[in-house]
């Protein structure tokens, strides 16, 4: 390596043409010269991109790389000398121990694998209801508005104890600063707004618990402002995300049409195809870390308060780890995707993601056997990769009536 170490100087923001799943191909090829390579960010800063499977796992397990906010360096926009702040109360995800474990701790037995198994029949109820709605409204229909968001969406809203009246605009607002696409004035508002709908309903449930998450943690030490963040985090965590794997991922296996029909087969391969289309995608394509010491790392010296890029969908897509790494295989066996992320920071909510895409999927492609796209494929809108979470911002498709 050594001088000679690849260097990448600009986040690249475009997927190639006509490979809307593939990372931008200046990611790959990074990821070919190494699993790490130099990189510099906005106003001259020299941090580091890591692209290999290995290595990202490795930063991910390593308490040496912090994730804590106020140290952390954005990719692609130079804030100068501006001062960031630590994260708010109960924002866990960007606190390192023992913050992180005060919060995350009382969430872990909300969201174990048997719990969530026990809200499948839920998950069905609800994928029926629409599945049912778009067969009585007919085709063409967009998969986003009909299907991949109203799932996700309502078990989070269900979990928070967000009341029905208030979740189309409360889905509204979430989705205003999370899309990747609002104007810098009105994601501040969106945001504001959706802080102070998360205040009330703190207040809400301080004063008259109901059967949710939220109502739970108020018998803990918890306060209004720390549970504020808590709820802020699972909704982001548990509806972007969430709702673009159903989207992306049905694109996918429309253009993928060999592993629809096997699907559509066989049930029984929901939950591979799931795991194979959460390694694919890789909808959370990156994230952020910052060297609190000297580390070495990929045959490097990573000095401490260099900041760091992991790359999600280039580690997923490692031939080094995965055979075939760029085909889509609902039948694959080397799992062990970094989708969900590693370590102490690993995604909390996994498992309820896991049980509505196996449910979802199966349900879709059963209910709809002739569902394909009613535009072509290059006319699929895409998210901005400036937008945290990859998905299509609509998904028209069609079947035979």
């Not at 931008?24 to 499977?53: K, Q």
Request: aromatic share 6%; charged share 25%.
């Amino acid at each position: 390596m050594g001088e000679s170490l690849y260097a990448v100087t600009t986040m690249p923001t475009a997927r190639q043409p006509g490979c809307p799943f593939d990372p931008p191909a200046e990611l790959t090829d990074a990821r070919r010269h190494g699993p790490i390579s130099r990189y510099t960010f906005p106003g001259g800063r020299p941090g580091w991109l890591i692209t290999g499977y290995d290595l990202v796992r490795s930063v991910l397990a390593e308490p040496r790389f912090s994730s804590r906010k106020e140290l952390m360096r954005h990719p692609t926009i130079d804030y100068g000398d501006i001062e960031i702040p630590p994260a708010p109360p109960g924002e866990f995800l960007l606190m390192d121990e023992p913050q992180h474990s005060r919060y995350r701790k009382p969430l872990i037995s909300k969201f174990t694998v048997r719990r969530m198994r026990l809200l499948t029949e839920r998950v069905e109820r609800i994928t029926a209801d629409h599945l049912d709605a778009m067969e009585e409204a007919g085709p063409p229909a967009d998969l986003v508005t009909a299907f991949a968001k109203p799932i996700p969406a309502i078990m989070i809203c269900e979990l928070l104890g967000v009341p029905y009246q208030d979740r189309g605009s409360f889905q509204e607002q979430v989705d205003s600063f999370m899309n990747g696409e609002t104007s810098d004035e009105d994601l501040i508002a969106a945001y504001t707004a959706t802080q102070d709908y998360l205040a009330g309903l703190v207040a809400a449930k301080r004063a008259n618990p109901t059967d949710d998450v939220l109502s739970d943690l108020t018998d803990s030490d918890l306060t209004d402002e720390e549970l504020k963040g808590i709820a802020l985090i699972l909704l982001a965590a548990g509806l972007d995300t969430t709702a673009n794997m159903l989207a992306l991922g049905t694109f996918a296996l429309l253009r993928n049409p060999e592993q629809l029909a096997a699907l559509r087969a066989d049930p029984a391969l929901a939950d591979g195809a799931v795991e194979e289309l959460l390694r694919y995608l890789s909808v959370a394509k990156t994230f952020m870390r910052t060297a609190l010491e000297d580390v070495e790392l990929g045959g490097q010296t990573i000095k401490a308060g260099s900041p760091v890029i992991l790359s999600y969908h280039t580690a997923n897509r490692d031939p080094e780890r995965f055979a075939d790494p760029h085909v889509l295989d609902l039948r694959r066996r080397d799992g062990g995707h970094l989708a969900f992320g590693h370590g102490i920071h690993q995604c909390l909510g996994q498992q309820l993601a896991r049980v509505e895409m196996r449910v979802a999927f199966p349900a879709l492609v059963d209910r709809f056997p002739t569902l394909r796209l009613a535009v072509p494929p290059e006319g699929v809108a895409l998210r901005p990769e400036t937008a945290d979470i990859y998905g299509v911002k609509s998904l028209p498709v069609t079947w035979d009536a």
